[in-house]
T-cell receptor, first 114, second 112 residues
Framework: DQQVKQNSPSLSVQEGRISILNCDYTNSMFDYFLWYKKYPAEGPTFLIS?????DKNEDGRFTVFLNKSAKHLSLHIVPSQPGDSAVYFC?????????????FGQGTRLTINP | DSGVTQTPKHLITATGQRVTLRCSPR?????VYWYQQSLDQGLQFLIQYYNGEERAKGNILERFSAQQFPDLHSELNLSSLELGDSALYFC???????????FGQGTRLTVV
């Protein structure tokens, strides 16, 4: 049961342009969403998050948009830089009786071309 | 550096054996999570501990077990290992009152 889905395994974008990574979820109980970035041989690094009560959160070049009715979120990177090449994981958080379960998507490999 | 330390970084062992992976969370973090990442797959949630107590369980096999000790470090025990258990195992930690989890570098387990 894949509750968080990233349907694009890979994405290639020209340096300086906008990168848009998409994520869909099925469980309406998720109340917090996060994006992580992962380089090879390293652990995932937290990038940006958004609460379910908001529809947008911006941090520098990174903006996350949340469409609750469509159960869809996206990460926009503008402008894209070569160092942004990595695997990006979308994650959704659900609080269950004092615990929090963080569910990840399959990841999207972003390649920024010079 | 996330502040989460995992040891060992690499582990090669034979089928049927038992191994223990160790995780030291960030200073002050009470929650520890374990995730498995198999080849070309996403991060699969295994288990969460909070201040020594198991709080949430994911797709963790019965051959696997974990615990969190009074000093808050955690161990993931994998027994009767099979070839399919070869994967990256990540530990993450978070403070009790925040939601972002910070990940360690992972332990790459190879079962031969």
């Amino acid at each position: 049961d894949q509750q968080v889905k990233q349907n694009s395994p890979s994405l290639s974008v020209q340096e300086g342009r906008i990168s848009i990574l998409n994520c869909d979820y099925t469980n309406s109980m998720f109340d917090y969403f996060l994006w992580y970035k992962k380089y090879p041989a390293e652990g995932p690094t937290f990038l940006i998050s958004i609460s379910s009560i908001k529809d947008k959160n911006e941090d520098g070049r990174f903006t996350v948009f949340l469409n609750k009715s469509a159960k869809h979120l996206s990460l926009h990177i503008v402008p894209s830089q070569p160092g942004d090449s990595a695997v990006y994981f979308c994650a959704a958080l659900r609080r269950i009786q004092g615990a929090q379960k963080l569910v990840f998507g399959q990841g999207t490999r972003l390649t920024i071309n010079p | 550096d996330s502040g989460v330390t995992q040891t060992p970084k690499h582990l090669i062992t034979a089928t049927g054996q038992r191994v223990t992976l160790r995780c030291s969370p960030r200073s002050g973090d009470l929650s520890v999570y374990w995730y498995q990442q198999s080849l070309d797959q996403g991060l699969q949630f295994l288990i969460q501990y909070y201040n020594g107590e198991e709080r949430a369980k994911g797709n963790i096999l019965e051959r696997f077990s974990a615990q969190q000790f009074p000093d808050l470090h955690s161990e993931l025990n994998l027994s009767s290992l099979e070839l399919g258990d070869s994967a990256l195992y990540f530990c993450a930690s978070s403070p009790g009152t925040r939601t972002e989890a910070f990940f360690g570098q992972g332990t790459r387990l190879t079962v031969v």
